[in-house]
């Protein structure tokens, strides 16, 4: 399984990104897809996952900002971010894990090399 995160960057708070994560073929269909963030000093937290069924699930500290998605066809996974606060600030990692349970405390098997997303007030 090869996940390939891209689309981080430096915006100022109140601003949109969107992270992409490239995914090896059948994986989304079958699997499920997470998104995680590590900010320096801090463990590690599920942003959001989406299953396989496409049921997705969320932080509380992201709940009406981020939408997780996919598209199947493309084989790329997304996490559409809006209204940023600089506590978002973080490395974001895609994941994936064989499993139909799928929530953002669940543990994941395969991971990407990160990207950076930095939120400046």
């Known amino acids: 399984v090869q996940l390939v995160e891209s689309g981080g960057g430096s915006v100022q708070a109140g601003g949109s990104l969107r992270l992409s994560c490239a995914v090896s073929e059948y994986i989304l269909s079958s699997y499920c897809m997470g998104w995680f963030r590590q900010a320096p000093g801090k463990e590690r937290e599920g942003v959001a996952t989406?299953?396989?069924?496409?049921?997705?699930s969320y932080a509380q500290s992201v709940k009406g900002r981020f939408t997780i998605s996919k598209d199947n066809a493309k084989n790329t996974l997304y996490l559409q971010m809006n209204s940023l606060k600089p506590e978002d600030t973080a490395m974001y990692y895609c994941?994936?894990?064989?499993?139909?349970?799928?929530?953002?405390?669940?543990?994941?098997?395969?991971w990407g090399q990160g990207t950076q997303v930095t939120v400046s007030s």
């Open positions: 994941a994936a894990r064989p499993l139909y349970s799928c929530y953002v405390g669940s543990s994941f098997d395969y």
């Open positions: 989406i299953g396989r069924d496409s049921a997705t």
